[in-house]
């Protein structure tokens, strides 16, 4: 039996996200206050529709406040990620994971074309994972069931 595995893809077109997304000359305040509407710790960094850099949390707190600079008088291009590491749509869940992991982060852009049509976070790759492990042992027991039953019992 072999484990069914989601491609980026699929996992995007389940999660249904708006792209968050700032200038790379918006100030890091500015970036800051849409993630925290937003409700998100990373934000892409968009050039027109190409994709310039990636902004996080951690971006901020080690290159701003402990830098002794302000978050006002920061542009976003001084501090964001420029070398963004990214999957195709045709990335599996589990090469997603491999390469968060690898990498040490946390999201990862999804680009087609040139283009981004989604960002993956770790939570959203680890919970899909778990979803088809679930589902593998259900069908692995069910399999070790029947084959109990077809064969009279296992004594």
Same mark, same amino acid.
């Given at each position: 039996?072999?484990? =069914?595995?989601?491609? !980026? %893809? *699929? &996992?995007?077109? !389940?999660?249904?996200?708006?792209?968050?997304?700032?200038?790379?000359?918006?100030?890091?305040?500015? !970036?800051?206050? &849409?993630?925290?509407?937003?409700?998100?710790?990373?934000?892409?960094?968009? *050039?027109? +529709?190409?994709?310039?850099?990636?902004?996080? *949390?951690?971006?901020? !707190?080690?290159?701003?406040?402990?830098?002794?600079?302000?978050? =006002? +008088?920061?542009?976003?291009?001084?501090?964001?990620?420029? *070398?963004?590491?990214?999957?195709?749509?045709?990335?599996?869940?589990?090469?997603?994971?491999?390469?968060?992991?690898?990498? %040490?982060i946390r999201h990862l852009p999804v680009?087609?074309?040139?283009?981004?049509?989604?960002?993956?976070?770790?939570?959203?790759?680890?919970?899909?994972?778990?979803?088809?492990?679930?589902?593998?042992?259900?069908? &692995?027991?069910? +399999?070790?069931?029947?084959?109990?039953?077809?064969?009279?019992?296992?004594?």
């Amino acid at each position: 039996m072999k484990k =069914a595995t989601k491609t !980026a %893809r *699929q &996992l995007l077109s !389940a999660k249904h996200r708006e792209l968050i997304s700032v200038s790379p000359d918006d100030s890091v305040l500015s !970036a800051l206050r &849409l993630m925290a509407d937003k409700e998100v710790s990373t934000v892409l960094v968009m *050039q027109a +529709d190409s994709l310039a850099g990636i902004l996080s *949390q951690r971006d901020y !707190a080690r290159k701003v406040e402990l830098s002794g600079r302000t978050a =006002a +008088d920061t542009r976003v291009c001084d501090i964001m990620t420029t *070398q963004v590491i990214y999957v195709t749509p045709d990335h599996t869940c589990e090469q997603c994971l491999a390469l968060m992991h690898a990498k %040490r982060i946390r999201h990862l852009p999804v680009i087609e074309s040139r283009r981004v049509i989604g960002v993956l976070s770790n939570n959203d790759v680890l919970e899909e994972l778990i979803q088809q492990d679930e589902h593998f042992i259900r069908d &692995l027991e069910h +399999d070790m069931l029947k084959l109990t039953i077809d064969t009279g019992g296992s004594y």
